[in-house]
């Protein structure tokens, strides 16, 4: 009878010290995931804040360059890279956070900690993306208008760049935001498998 207690206390401990291990790597894993998330939202939107950052600095701007396509061209500009470092710099300090996140001495589940701590800047950074695309779009569009404002067929080429431009954003907001935006920044997006 003593043995027979002593096994099941044996077994008891292996258990819990196994059910431990699934939990710390259950975390670790949850963990990385979001990492992996935040990682690819950063560089994206440093990537267009670049490309943004370039056109601004190398186009050549005319002096002849209507004061009003100026004037936008400018604003839009800035407000993509300003978008753009709102969803990287957020990004980047969520990043660190749960990459702090103790794995082994939770004191939280990660989900109550991501939930409580991350959910609303991971939000924030995504509307950021999701307004920030559109505007390079239309900052591509005014790009075609400044560049070309003087060549004698610069009116055709410009509006052949703002036609791309339009379909282009078109195309964005009637398929690719309206299915993945609001999954994306809902709490409760999850993938499910059906097994059969």
């Known amino acids: 009878m003593a043995w027979e207690v002593k096994c099941r206390d044996e077994d008891m401990k292996q258990r819990a010290l196994e059910n431990e291990r699934r939990a710390i790597d ?5 963990v990385d995931e979001k990492a992996q998330q935040l990682k690819t939202l950063s560089h994206q939107s440093a990537l267009i804040a670049g490309f943004s950052m370039v056109v601004l600095v190398e186009v050549q701007i005319s002096q002849n360059l209507h004061p009003v396509l100026l004037v936008s061209f400018g604003c839009t500009t800035a407000g993509v890279v300003g978008l753009m470092l709102i969803a990287m710099l957020n990004a980047t300090y969520m990043l660190v956070a749960i990459l702090r996140y103790d794995t082994v001495h939770r004191d939280m589940p990660f ?5 409580k701590r991350c959910e609303g800047d991971w939000k924030l950074s995504l509307r950021a993306f999701g307004i920030g695309v559109p505007l390079f779009m239309l900052d591509l569009a005014q ?6 404002w003087e060549h004698k067929t610069g009116i055709i080429a410009s509006s052949i760049v703002t036609v791309i ?3 282009t954003v078109l195309i964005y907001l ?3 935001d309206r299915k993945w935006s609001g999954w994306l920044m809902s709490s409760k997006a999850k993938l499910h498998t059906i097994e059969n």
């Not at 259950?26 to 949850?30: E, H, K, L, V």
């Not at 989900?111 to 939930?115: S, Y």
């Open 165 to 167: 431009a339009i379909f």
């Open 174 to 176: 009637a398929r690719i």
């Open 143 to 148: 790009v075609g208008w400044v560049v070309f």
């Open 26 to 30: 259950d975390a670790r894993r949850s």
């Open 111 to 115: 989900a109550e900690f991501w939930r």
